[in-house]
């Protein structure tokens, strides 16, 4: 049992952030996390395999110049533009520490991905929360700030989370616009289902930094492969907090595996366009079932139902062997938020649901 008397004060303050349930269990359709639903490509595979067979004694290169360098090539940048680590949480972890603990408030959405705060808590960075409107839209205007206020940042998942609505590219240059002199960070870890991606901007801004995942659209969560591309100097500040953290964030097989998935462009377009193919299909059948789905530019759909409560379905769902993530916060409590399975996982969704509303 936890001591607190042990605790030093920030530790005693903070509320960690939860990840959405991990059971092992047979037979689950598991969309409550936003995995892929399909397996990484075979020569991913293939060169995690090779990597595990040979120099597993030895550390790995503490630049991951390899994956750096594949990167870069397939996004057209350069070497010095791109930053890895430990899964996109470790980088954007970092990002908080180096460029948001400036005195002032860092600006994000209200409804947003909610380790954003957990960061902030950690490093003592103060939080102002722009309300997003009665559509769960985010309105570049409402982060104005009028009389030179000053702030820490903005920081914004695109498309965001949990609701999946996208922002154009006009807008997060009306960002950058805005706030010159801090970074805009955004987080683009859903980018690759249909969102309009802000790394044509790196070269332009420099106060933009963008961070992305191959959790997500590369099928490689287990991997924990993120990354972040901005100008050099940002990249150099989070060497420097790398280097001061953990000089080997990614392992040997990480790293094989990285360098693989951006070889490998044929699959990932493959599994992608299955994904968002699944996701409009998901969408007809819960409006049929008179769900209110927003638009999603996601791996994932954001749906309620008028007369449902959210975390009854929830649970229902539970029962029968269907994982969904629900978030009792305010504004989204009648919610679920359901990751795209296969076409046989979002069947069996969709039927468990149909159970669950003519049981009532």
């Known amino acids: 049992m936890a001591n607190p008397d042990f605790y ?20 689950l359709v598991k969309l409550n996390t936003n995995e892929n639903p399909y397996p990484p490509s075979p020569q991913v595979i293939a060169a995690v395999t090779r990597a595990a067979q040979q120099g597993l004694q030895l550390y790995p290169d503490p630049e991951s110049a390899d994956l750096r360098h594949a990167i870069a090539s397939h996004l057209g940048l350069s070497d010095a533009q791109v930053f890895v680590g430990n899964g996109s949480d470790e980088v954007l972890a970092h990002a908080f520490f180096a460029f948001f603990q400036q005195g002032c408030p860092l600006l994000m959405p209200d409804i947003s991905y909610s380790f954003y705060k957990v960061y902030c808590a950690l490093y003592g960075i103060a939080v102002e929360t722009v309300a997003l409107n009665d559509e769960l839209r985010l309105n570049v205007q409402d982060y104005v700030r ?43 870890a859903y980018v690759d289902f249909g969102g309009q991606s802000a790394l044509p901007l790196v070269d332009r801004y420099p106060n933009l930094l963008v961070v992305h995942t191959l959790s997500k659209s590369r099928s490689l969560a287990g991997l924990r492969i993120g990354y972040a591309c901005g100008q050099s100097h940002l990249i150099d500040a989070l060497q420097r907090v790398k280097n001061s953290f953990n000089s080997y964030p990614l392992d040997r097989l990480a790293i094989a595996g990285g360098v693989a998935a951006f070889a490998e462009t044929a699959y990932f377009e493959q599994t992608r366009q299955a994904v968002m193919c699944s996701r409009e299909g998901l969408t007809l059948a819960l409006e049929d079932l008179g769900f209110t789905v927003l638009p999603s530019q996601a791996n ?13 379905l929830a649970a229902g769902l539970s029962a029968s062997g269907v994982l969904v993530r629900h978030f009792r916060l305010p504004r989204i409590d009648n919610y679920l938020r359901i990751s795209i399975g296969t076409p046989q996982q979002c069947d069996r969704l969709v039927q468990a649901l149909a159970e669950l509303l003519a049981s009532d």
């Open 146 to 188: 009028a009389g030179g206020q000053t702030v820490a940042g903005v920081v914004i998942a695109n498309p965001n989370a949990p609701t999946g609505i996208g922002l154009p590219l006009a807008d997060i240059e009306a960002l950058l616009q805005m706030h010159p002199q801090r970074v805009v960070l955004v987080d683009e």
């Open 8 to 27: 030093s004060p920030v530790l005693a303050r903070l509320v960690p952030y939860v990840p959405g349930e991990q059971p092992k269990l047979d037979r």
């Open 300 to 312: 994932f759909v954001f749906a309620s139902h008028p007369v449902h409560d959210a975390a009854g």
